[in-house]
């Protein structure tokens, strides 16, 4: 876990004793959000995850922090309008978080210099955003529980 992160949030989500439960949570909620899915993503899934077992643990690990980060201004905005909560925010804006969540991995992408792994990332870019804004509520659930 970097300590090069800033703010409450991330004060918050990265410390010590707390970063493992998020990172548990959010393992268990991208779990849940691909037993939503089809049965070509689950499968496909599947046997990445049993190809890699420590793939999705490696990732979260790596990009949790970073996706906090992303999270920091909903989280300022929500506490400067004390009748909203940080997981309301989240929620009402779910458009603009996920567009600050996805611009992580573009960012991961854009970095890894690899040809395929752009070329995958951008077949799949498009429908990640509405993927990710659909599952906004249990991504703030997982946020506001720790924050």
């Known amino acids: 876990m970097p ?13 010590p004793e707390t970063f493992p439960k998020v990172l548990e949570d959010s393992k268990q909620l991208v779990a849940n959000e691909i037993d939503k899915k089809n049965i070509a993503l689950r499968t496909a899934f599947n046997m990445v995850r049993r190809a890699k077992p420590d793939l999705i643990d490696r990732a979260m690990n790596a990009l949790l922090p970073e996706f ?3 999270l920091e201004p909903f989280y300022a905005d929500a506490q400067a309008k004390p009748d909203t909560s940080f997981r309301e925010h989240l929620v009402n804006n779910k458009d603009a978080a996920a567009s600050a969540l996805l611009s992580v991995s573009d960012r991961r992408v854009k970095d890894a210099d690899n ?3 752009e070329s995958g990332y951008q077949k799949l870019r498009g429908r990640a955003h509405k993927e990710v804004m659909a599952a906004m509520p249990g991504v703030a659930d997982v946020m506001s529980r720790y924050a």
Do not use: T
């Open 3 to 15: 300590s090069d992160q800033q703010g409450p949030l991330a004060d918050k989500l990265l410390a």
């Open 68 to 70: 906090v980060s992303a």
């Open 115 to 117: 040809k395929i792994v």
